[in-house]
């Protein structure tokens, strides 16, 4: 104690030292203060069993070592040139000392050899006030209990690692950069450093919290943690290969925010050599998680009806993911379980699917996803020649989608279309439920259609049993060629979907009609075979379209051998009564001034102001 008093020239207290021969050191209350008496270093009990022999081989064996309440202050105030610890490192420290991990004798780096180290309440306290980075953290109990640290093979291998009680604080304060007439070398680099193995057979964490802030970027997390094990991982940089055997989160709970950083100086460009990371876990099981994320935007709404994309909040937050693979340009992923509610309701209570990301595809199998009004199901596959390119090639977009007995509430996803709540087109289809089945296969370039039933329960209904459309995406060459087709409607059911004002009152569309039969081609050529069923006016309606969107040279072909229909009833005008009989119509053009056409009408009957007329030719 007197010794270190006039070598630190500081206050230093020892309570109680002990050594026994070669293999124990224990001590107990020591002090040491700074230069300006403040504490720097306290502890209240230090044992170690180890072994000074092991020094002649060149090792550092330490076979036990408990740590109880230890205490480190490190500081720097504003106009510090050196850290309050400087006078300890200039006292022992000289200029010309060799490395201490160098042994002369052999010229090669000391070994650790250490096992079953436990440290308890530990408290480091770091502030730099030039630099603006505050750091503090404490725990209540560590334990490490190391296998192999072969510091010159860059080998660290863990049988376990326990912590307790980790309370972890930090803040990176914005300090504007010197301005100067050249920009920084950067640094040298390090080309001794063996590569970076870790071994960790066990990883525990227990009740423990953090906070991150970093005022130059904006960015800060903060997270409060249940339970968190980690076994059997290792990390090798050579092969930049991560492998987890298992991963399970309990009671967490988590924040990021972003918001507007005070470094407006552009970043350094980032290092444009592909990543080769590669990440594989066994299982993944999270449980009873929060999160939630700020992106610093306007203040966050009350919770309502839509997610608010830049103030989430994840309450419920549980899941199971087994067989994680994950490479630079592909993903494998297996989804056992999934539930979440976001705070303006939107509920995922269900979820589970074979995911597959390649470079060329996207597969979604065994998928079931179920929220509070929805159910989505059983397969999705969508290839690609690249997903970079796809945007000009939509053609080239594969589809093999087989969904069965889908539900839809187009509510919960509108939300997800921008500003769709300021859309008033999108006003009438809030409440829309649909149901659907689909088996589709080919490209949206020749799209096959092997079953499509769709159905809003308002009383629209489409079906048919096979199909093909061609040229999805492109209006002018779209084709669709459906024989057997089946669409059910009415007044109602098609203004439901619409907004209003929309559709005029005349004529009249009827309360029900369901329309039956063929119906293939696009804008270019269009041809029709469909049967009209419906109260007032029942008819067939073959007809030959082309160009349709042509007004000048647009041609077409009209003909329904036998219709009866009620044009009183359509036009609200009670003179007009029931007209049943044929008509014909070819022509080119539909604009009245360069319109060509002919037309023939045949009534067989037809009544009018309570009379009714027969065989009447126009």
């Known amino acids: 104690e007197v010794y270190l008093q006039k070598k630190l020239h500081t206050k230093v207290r020892i309570g109680y030292l002990r050594a026994r021969?070669?293999?124990?050191?224990?001590?107990?209350?020591?002090?040491?203060?700074d230069t300006s008496n403040q504490a720097v270093?306290?502890?209240?009990?230090?044992?170690?069993?180890?072994?000074?022999?092991?020094?002649?081989?060149?090792e550092l064996r330490i076979d036990k070592l408990e740590w109880d309440t230890l205490l480190v202050n490190v500081y720097r105030h504003e106009g510090d040139s050196a850290f309050n610890y400087q006078f300890a490192v200039d006292a022992f420290?000289?200029?010309?000392?060799?490395?201490?991990?160098?042994?002369?004798?052999?010229?090669?780096?000391?070994?650790?050899?250490?096992?079953?180290?436990s440290l308890r309440k530990v408290k480091v306290s770091f502030a730099d006030a030039p630099g603006g980075m505050n750091a503090v953290i404490t725990w209540d109990s560590l334990h490490v209990d190391p296998d192999d640290l072969l510091v010159d093979d860059g080998i660290y291998a863990f049988r376990g690692i326990t912590l307790n009680g980790l309370k972890g604080f930090f803040r990176q304060q914005y300090i504007p950069p010197a301005v100067t007439s050249a920009a920084p070398l950067p640094p040298p680099a390090d080309t001794n450093s063996a590569a970076l193995h870790l071994l960790l057979k066990k990883l525990q964490i227990n009740n423990s919290s953090f906070?991150?802030?970093?005022?130059?970027?904006?960015?800060?997390?903060?997270?409060?943690?249940?339970?968190?094990?980690?076994?059997?991982?290792?990390?090798?940089?050579?092969?930049?290969?991560?492998?987890?055997?298992?991963?399970?989160?309990n009671s967490t709970t988590g924040l990021f925010m972003m918001v507007p950083g005070k470094d407006t100086v552009p970043a350094t460009p980032n290092d444009t050599t592909p990543s080769t990371w590669q990440v594989f876990a066994t299982q993944v099981s999270l449980n009873r998680m929060a999160l939630r994320y700020d992106n610093g935007g306007p203040a966050p709404k009350a919770a309502g009806p839509d997610p608010d994309y830049n103030h989430l909040l994840l309450t419920g937050f549980s899941g199971k993911i087994h067989n994680i693979k994950y490479k630079p340009d592909s993903i494998i992923v297996a989804l056992k379980s999934l539930t979440a509610k976001d705070k303006s309701g939107f509920t995922i209570r269900k979820a589970n699917m074979d995911v597959l990301f390649t470079p060329h595809t996207l597969a979604l199998r065994n998928f079931l996803l179920q929220t509070?009004?929805?159910?989505?199901?059983?397969?999705?596959?969508?290839?690609?020649p690249s997903w970079s390119g796809i945007s000009g090639k939509l053609d080239q977009l594969g589809i093999d989608a087989n969904l069965d007995s889908v539900r839809v509430a187009l509510g919960e996803w509108l939300p997800f279309v921008p500003d769709a709540r300021k859309n008033k087109s999108f006003a009438p289809l809030w409440n829309k439920e649909l149901t659907v089945a689909a088996i589709l296969k080919g490209s949206l370039g020749e799209l096959n259609i092997k079953q499509l039933y769709l159905n809003d329960?308002?009383?629209?209904?489409?079906?048919?049993?096979?199909?093909?459309v061609l040229h999805v995406t492109d209006a002018d060459r779209l084709n669709a060629s459906f024989p057997d087709l089946y669409v059910q409607s009415g007044n109602k059911p098609l203004r439901s979907w619409l907004p209003a004002g929309t559709l005029p009152d005349t004529p009249r569309i009827s309360e029900n009609m369901i329309i039956t039969g063929m119906f293939k081609g696009g804008m270019q050529d269009l041809v029709t075979e469909l049967q009209l069923d419906r109260a007032s006016a029942p008819a067939g309606l073959p007809a030959h379209l082309v160009n349709i969107t042509d007004s000048i040279r647009s041609s077409y072909t009209l003909s329904i051998?036998?219709?009866?229909?009620?044009?009183?009833?359509?036009?609200?005008?009670?003179?007009?009564?029931?007209?049943s009989g044929k008509m014909s119509a070819t022509g080119q053009g539909y604009t009245i001034k360069q319109m060509v056409a002919k037309a023939v009408l045949q009534l067989d009957e037809a009544n009018y102001n309570a009379y009714t007329y027969h065989n009447i030719n126009i």
Not at 41 to 58: D, P
């Open 41 to 58: 270093f306290y502890t209240g009990s230090l044992k170690v069993h180890y072994n000074l022999l092991s020094f002649i081989n060149n």
């Open 21 to 33: 021969g070669w293999q124990y050191l224990e001590g107990r209350n020591v002090y040491v203060s």
């Open 372 to 384: 509070n009004k929805s159910i989505l199901r059983k397969q999705i596959i969508v290839t690609v």
């Open 211 to 249: 906070f991150y802030s970093d005022d130059g970027s904006g960015i800060s997390t903060s997270w409060k943690i249940g339970s968190l094990l980690l076994r059997n991982t290792n990390l090798d940089q050579d092969s930049t290969r991560i492998q987890v055997g298992e991963l399970a989160i």
């Open 93 to 117: 420290v000289s200029p010309k000392a060799t490395p201490d991990t160098l042994a002369p004798e052999t010229g090669t780096t000391l070994q650790f050899r250490l096992k079953d180290i």
């Open 457 to 468: 329960h308002e009383g629209n209904v489409v079906k048919t049993g096979a199909g093909q």
């Open 561 to 579: 051998p036998h219709f009866r229909a009620n044009p009183g009833v359509m036009l609200y005008d009670t003179t007009f009564g029931w007209m």
